[in-house]
Nanobody, 124 residues
Framework: QVQLVESGGGLVQAGGSLRLSCAVSGGTFSTYTMGWFRRLPGKEREFVAAISWKGGSTLHADSVRGRFTISRDNAKKTVSLQMNSLKPEDTAVYYC?????????????????WGQGTQVTASA
């Protein structure tokens, strides 16, 4: 059974930084495309970033490009999201997800496994 556990969320002032991590157990991590999604208050879950199984390809949503960076460590079976210059509109529950699809998919339906989420709050 594949399990994903996020960590690193919290409260930060606008303009600050946080680093989210996701530890994966079970399955074969190095073959999964990994992604980060978020659910803003009162909205549907949305794509944030994805990274291919070797880390050679990344994709970031327009709203976070240049501020957030996704990375992975296949030896440690972790994927991270470095978030800089946080804005109040980044406040959301952030989810880590794993996909068996190739590339950097951005649709929720393309992901097979999900973590429970971690809260990120950027105060004005």
């Amino acid at each position: 059974q594949v399990q994903l556990v996020e960590s690193g969320g919290g409260l930060v002032q606008a303009g600050g930084s946080l680093r989210l991590s996701c530890a994966v157990s079970g399955g074969t991590f190095s073959t999964y495309t990994m992604g980060w999604f978020r659910r803003l208050p009162g909205k549907e879950r949305e794509f944030v970033a994805a990274i291919s199984w070797k880390g050679g390809s990344t994709l970031h949503a327009d709203s976070v490009r240049g501020r957030f960076t996704i990375s992975r460590d296949n030896a440690k079976k972790t994927v991270s999201l470095q978030m800089n210059s946080l804005k109040p509109e980044d406040t959301a529950v952030y989810y880590c997800a794993a996909s068996t699809r190739i590339g950097t998919p951005r649709s929720l339906d393309d992901y097979n496994y999900w973590g429970q989420g971690t809260q990120v709050t950027a105060s004005a």
